[in-house]
């Protein structure tokens, strides 16, 4: 069935580094990969997603890739801040208005 | 403001009883989605509704279910309660055009003791 996996479940790097967050899918027909933060007792909120025709979105200090051939995708976050510091969820869905599949999350500390 | 509204924010149950939980989604879009989070772990999807009508069913158990009204409120309705069924739910909308993704509310605490 559908499947997202998403490492490392957890990850600490020093403020003003960069973090990288990996994930896969198992699903080929899917064409739609958005990426959420979900800070502490709070609501996931998407930060960035990228379409299957595309390689690669950059928004800020926030990019994503897609290797749509090796199915799998990469949130970077560079110049890391206190405030990056939450989860994030990696997920797939096949078009607009279907469900969408999240890995379980990389809980990403950023150390002072 | 996410646009997505749940009631309640929180709610403590005992064992064995029903509750309903409720999502009034965001103006205008006719997709909403439930979500259960448990504690450290990820957002399982549960079930789907479009615009009335079942869409899509994920690892939803038998003593849950769902449904959407012609308002496009949508209802989560959680029976025979066990701990184990403690968890945050989410519910989520998204728009038929423009922008791709979801909208969350701000999810329901459950509590069963």
């Known amino acids: 069935g559908e499947n997202v996996e998403q490492h490392p479940s957890t990850l600490s790097v020093q403020e003003g580094d960069s973090a990288v967050i990996k994930c896969t899918y198992s699903?080929?027909?899917?064409?739609?990969f958005p990426w959420y933060k979900q800070e502490l007792g709070k609501r996931p909120q998407l930060i960035i997603d990228?379409?299957?025709?595309?390689g690669e979105k950059k928004d800020q200090r926030i990019a994503v890739t897609l290797n749509k051939t090796a199915k799998h995708f990469s949130l970077h976050i560079t110049e890391t801040q206190p405030e990056d510091s939450a989860v994030y969820f990696c997920?797939?869905?096949?078009?607009?208005?279907?469900?969408?599949?999240f890995g379980k999350g990389t809980r990403l500390h950023i150390l002072p | 403001d996410s646009g997505v509204t749940q009631t309640p924010k929180h709610l403590i149950t005992a064992t064995g009883q029903r509750v309903t939980l409720r999502c009034s989604p965001r103006?205008?879009?006719?997709?909403v989605y439930w979500y259960q989070q448990s504690l450290d772990q990820g957002l399982q999807f549960l079930i789907q509704?479009?615009?009335?009508?079942?869409?899509a069913k994920g690892n939803i158990l038998e003593r849950f279910s769902a449904q959407q009204f012609p308002d496009l409120h949508s209802e989560l309705n959680l029976s025979s309660l066990e701990l184990g069924d403690s968890a945050l739910y989410f519910c989520?909308?998204?728009?038929?055009?423009?922008?791709?993704?979801?909208?969350f509310g701000s999810g329901t605490r459950l509590t069963v003791v």
């Open positions: 699903d080929s027909a899917s064409n739609y």
């Open positions: 509704y479009y615009n009335g009508e079942e869409r």
């Open positions: 989520a909308s998204s728009a038929d055009r423009g922008n791709y993704g979801y909208t």
């Open positions: 997920a797939a869905s096949r078009n607009r208005d279907d469900k969408i599949i």
């Open positions: 103006s205008g879009d006719l997709s």
């Open positions: 990228i379409r299957s025709n595309v």
